[in-house]
């Protein structure tokens, strides 16, 4: 099966652009989250999305927006890129929308704002 | 509010040893769920276990074995018999039962010589 994918992998923007982002979960989960990791620190949650219905949203600027479509695949936006938007962004999938379920990461998409 | 700890940064060690890399967690629920991932260099965060609160017991996978400890509020991770595949950042984190993100400890990397 499958696991969870990204795209791209990596991307080069320039101040005040826009990216999107995009993600597949595994078949069969119906929850997709979306984290900011830093060089050199751990993950940070920026949202996550069951049944196409935000469940939850990180300490981010309204820069920063997601959705999740019928299909359960994501995408994350952000508007108008900073310096400090520079940094792997993992999407992830579990089966259920909180608690005990572990989730199942990406391999990240690499963004490097200049 | 949930806090994950992680105190040792980096930690070498010679092929064969046993190490033992240190969690901490905060968090005032008395339902939350703990979880140790590996990040090799290829970034893919990998789930490698998952502990709930009340369920204490130790666990033991092969080489790997983790020590659940509420009194200290520790979820400790040991590696018996290191191998140089073992190399990657590993990172904790805590899911409270309510909650919707995962908070991640800022990893412990972890290098094995040959």
């Known amino acids: 099966d499958a696991g969870v994918t990204q795209s791209p992998t990596h991307l080069i923007k320039t101040r005040g652009q826009h990216v999107t982002l995009r993600c597949s979960p595994i078949?069969?989960?119906?929850?997709v989250s979306w984290y900011q990791q830093v060089l050199g620190q751990g993950p940070q949650f920026i949202f996550q999305?069951?049944?196409?219905?935000?469940?939850g949203r990180g300490n981010f600027p309204d820069r920063f927006s997601a959705r999740q479509f019928p299909n359960y695949s994501s995408e994350l936006n952000v508007n108008a890129l900073l310096l400090g938007d520079s940094a792997l962004y993992l999407c992830?999938?579990?089966?259920?929308?909180?608690?005990?379920?572990?989730?199942?990461f990406g391999n990240g998409t690499r963004l490097t704002v200049t | 509010a949930q806090k994950v700890t992680q105190a040792q940064t980096e930690i070498s060690v010679v092929e064969k040893e046993d190490v033992t890399l240190d969690c901490v967690y905060e968090?005032?629920?008395?339902?939350?769920?703990l979880f140790w991932y590996k990040q090799p260099p290829s970034g893919e965060l990998v789930f490698l276990i998952r502990?709930?609160?009340?369920?204490?017991q130790n666990e033991i996978s092969g080489r790997y074995s983790w020590n659940f400890q509420k009194s200290t509020s520790s979820f400790n991770f040991t590696i018996t018999a290191s191998q140089v595949v073992d190399s990657a950042v590993y990172f904790c984190?805590?899911?409270?039962?309510?909650?919707?993100?995962?908070?991640f400890g800022a990893g412990t990397r972890l290098t094995v010589k040959p």
């Open positions: 992830a999938s579990s089966l259920a929308d909180r608690g005990p379920s572990p989730l199942h």
């Open positions: 078949s069969g989960h119906k929850s």
């Open positions: 999305y069951y049944e196409k219905e935000e469940r």
């Open positions: 968090t005032r629920d008395t339902t939350y769920y």
């Open positions: 502990r709930n609160s009340f369920d204490e």
């Open positions: 984190a805590l899911s409270e039962g309510n909650n919707n993100d995962m908070r």
